[in-house]
């Protein structure tokens, strides 16, 4: 598998409840495709791309500043190529541990920051972040927010969440549908800027020509299932126009929180997608049910343009079997006709009317 790059896109809003968006988010896709690592870098560190999500805690004690400071701070030392320096990144699985370290000391530092003021102290936040490297995509993950991957017609959650009404998911105590709407589903058992440094979740997954990747706050799977994001991610749209019609649709549906959402297609280096696949990958969906895409009060979602040139030869295509059909038909029924119009004849000389008796 070759070199792979990254198309982004990204929306964010206050939801209709809150007053202030403490939701903060990053991208960042180099101009050339790839950061310029110099020569005799270590191609395992160099990066292609970074998607990250991070949801605020503490309300007025600045929870906004806790996920703002999370995801700058990320940015910067991925995409300065800071985290190079770092002891962690020389050995074995170099990025994976860097990426654990830098989390940490964001954690550490909304700690400190909290301690050193009475009145935002307790703040916090949760953080999702992808770093796209060659084939492969690093993730590390603390709290809710979450990141999904759609690889041809599949949807997979990729992360787990650290909460309350998770734990009792797994434990089968509850559903996973009744946990979206669960009064404790607010609660984490793992988040940035606590006194303790948090355990990261870090994993590394092989990236494919065409995967889809969903970086979402709760405030979007608070409002729409897994099954609406798969629906909406197999319509074909670009990254940018997803991550809208995400966002659009969390908000029509609940609304009660922020909501941010981060989408990444993967493309192979040197090559781009086609038309024609998005359009397979969507027709697939729309056969198993239209029913969602006809349902106007959930969101206004347009169909795909199909292929012209597959529409004009189904069209031709059609429009012979039909004149054969109709031509057929009208050869019988002229036949029939003259059939009929000879036994009639007959009739009419070989037996004539009795005379009114």
């Known amino acids: 598998m070759g070199r792979m790059e990254l198309e982004v896109g990204f929306a964010t809003d206050v939801g209709r409840q809150r007053q202030r968006n403490e939701d903060s988010?990053?991208?960042?896709?180099?101009?050339?495709?790839?950061?310029d690592t110099g020569s005799g870098s270590d191609d395992r560190l160099s990066l292609s791309g970074l998607m990250l999500v991070a949801d605020?805690?503490?309300?007025?004690?600045?929870?906004?500043?806790?996920?703002q400071i999370t995801a700058e701070r990320l940015r910067d030392w991925f995409v300065d190529g800071t985290y190079r320096e770092w002891p962690e990144a020389t050995g074995p699985g170099g990025l994976e541990a860097a990426l654990g370290r830098a989390i940490r000391a964001v954690s550490q530092e909304i700690y400190e920051l909290g301690e050193g003021d009475p009145n935002i102290r307790g703040l916090g936040s949760t953080v999702v972040v992808g770093l796209l490297s060659q084939d492969r995509l690093v993730l590390g993950h603390v709290g809710d927010s979450r990141c999904y991957r759609l690889r041809g017609s599949t949807l997979?959650?990729?992360?787990?969440?650290?909460?309350w009404v998770q734990r009792q998911v797994d434990a089968g105590v509850i559903s996973a549908e009744a946990a979206r709407?669960?009064?404790?589903?607010?609660i984490l058992t793992r988040s940035l800027g606590d006194s303790l440094p948090p355990e990261v979740d870090i994993a590394s997954y092989e990236v494919r020509h065409g995967d889809l990747y969903v970086l979402c706050s709760d405030g979007l799977?608070?409002?729409?299932?897994?099954?609406?994001?798969?629906k909406m991610s197999l319509l074909g749209k670009t990254p940018q126009m997803l991550a809208?019609?995400?966002?659009?649709?969390a908000n029509e549906q609940d609304g009660s929180d922020n909501i941010t959402c981060v989408v990444g297609r993967a493309c192979e280096a040197g090559k781009t997608l086609l038309d024609s696949d998005m359009e397979n990958r969507t027709t697939q969906q729309l056969m198993l049910d239209e029913e969602f895409y006809e349902d106007e009060t959930r969101v206004d979602i347009p169909l795909p343009e199909r292929n012209q040139a597959g529409a004009d030869w189904k069209t031709w295509v059609s429009a012979a079997v039909l004149a054969v059909a109709l031509g057929l038909l009208a050869s019988w029924l002229v036949q029939h006709a003259q059939t009929d119009a000879t036994q009639s004849s007959e009739e009419r000389v070989g037996a004539p009317t009795a005379p009114p008796g």
């Open 181 to 186: 709407s669960h009064p404790q589903r607010n």
């Open 244 to 249: 809208e019609s995400l966002v659009h649709l």
């Open 25 to 35: 988010f990053a991208v960042h896709v180099p101009a050339t495709g790839l950061e």
């Open 221 to 230: 799977t608070g409002g729409v299932s897994d099954g609406e994001i798969l």
């Open 156 to 163: 997979e959650l990729l992360t787990t969440d650290h909460s």
């Open 56 to 67: 605020g805690m503490g309300g007025e004690r600045a929870g906004d500043r806790a996920s």
